[in-house]
């Protein structure tokens, strides 16, 4: 059976046409290592009942996460509690690698720029003893 919309069903409360604009997708949370120890500390302070619900609630954060940043900290990874660096992690040999390569690089332009000195100093020196020669022969 077809049913027709009617303009009414096609409107949202208030009177108006529903936005067909599709939102973008949701971000992923961070939060910075303070907040996280300023969060765990007021947790740990709350004592009356309902009053880490109310602080989570507040905050909008999830009972896991207070479970995940207190494991953090009784690791005692000082750093843990900081977002970790997300994808592939790089291997430690190949930016030595790629390190090692663009000193070397570098290096090589030095030595470029000083032979050309160098030489240019040859032909100078050359220069002035040809003509200190041709000054010290007799007419």
Not at 21 to 43: D, N
Not at 57 to 65: D, F, P, Q
Not at 66 to 82: H, K, M, S, V
Not at 104 to 111: F, I, T, V, Y
Request: glycine share 6%; hydrophobic share 35%.
């Amino acid at each position: 059976m077809y049913v027709a919309r009617t303009r009414v069903q096609t409107m949202n409360g208030n009177g108006k046409m529903a936005d067909p604009e599709v939102e973008t997708k949701a971000k992923r949370r961070t939060f910075t290592a303070e907040y996280k120890h300023r969060i765990l500390e007021e947790a740990d302070s709350c004592t009356a009942p309902g009053e880490k619900g109310a602080l989570l609630r507040r905050e909008g954060l999830y009972s896991s996460h207070l479970t995940t940043w207190r494991r953090q900290r009784e690791a005692g990874e000082l750093a843990g509690l900081r977002p970790k660096k997300r994808g592939r992690k790089q291997d430690e040999t190949a930016v030595e690698m790629a390190k090692l390569r663009r000193e070397n690089e570098r290096l090589r332009k030095q030595l470029d720029q000083a032979e050309l000195i160098i030489a240019a100093q040859k032909k100078l020196a050359q220069v002035l003893e040809a003509l200190t020669e041709a000054e010290t022969e007799p007419l």
